[in-house]
């Protein structure tokens, strides 16, 4: 007589499936979180800071996607950069990014999400990590404006790690002369305390 278990990779046993099938899951159980905003003024007349990731005094914090987007009567374009930081930005004032949890029993986030509508400059020792191009159109049944996507999960991509306050991701805006317009963000990580 075959037996079916189901694995339990968290413990390393073997629970039988209701079913008698053998099923895995490859599930997190890190502490997930995700923010985002809509409808964000762009900064028009210089290059700044949208989004920032401020790393924890207490968790390690592994960003695992970034998404931004934009849209704007006007079409146009603009270049983005994925920069590591020591500092938060050095000017602009902060909104701080509203958090959701993935599962109501993890606690709460420790990381921070700024995102900018007025100057913001990027944080001192700043190193570019990516960059991408981003089109910019009125929102329209005939417009196809796609997001920029900075995705560490494809391909078991390690994701960008930060280990303390002074570790800091922020995606700059390198394009001046936008007009009016508007951004939106998303954000996913994990935390632990490895």
């Known amino acids: 007589m ?44 210089a290059a700044a800071v949208l989004v920032e990731i401020v790393g924890s005094a207490t968790m390690t914090v592994r960003v695992k996607k970034i998404v931004v987007w934009g849209q704007c009567a006007t079409k146009f374009f603009t270049e983005l950069e994925l920069m590591r930081s020591t500092t938060v930005s050095g000017s602009g004032s902060a909104n701080v990014g509203a958090i959701g949890v993935h599962d109501t029993k993890d606690v709460t986030a420790t990381a921070v999400i700024n995102y900018y509508t007025a100057a913001a ?16 159109m009125a929102p329209a049944a005939t417009n196809i404006a796609m997001p920029v996507v900075w995705d560490f999960c494809l391909n078991n991509d390690k994701p960008l790690i930060l280990r303390g306050t002074a570790d800091v991701i922020q995606v700059y805006n390198t394009i001046t002369g936008l007009g009016s317009g508007t951004f939106g963000y998303e954000v996913e990580w994990e935390e632990d305390n490895s």
């Open 2 to 45: 075959a037996v079916n278990f189901q694995s339990n990779v968290l413990t390393n046993q073997f629970v039988p499936d209701n079913t008698g099938r053998v099923l895995v899951t490859e599930e997190s159980n890190k502490y997930t979180y995700r923010s985002g905003a809509a409808g964000q003024t762009f900064y028009s007349t």
């Open 121 to 136: 400059t990027y944080g001192t020792t700043h190193a570019i990590m990516g960059a991408r191009y981003m089109g910019v």
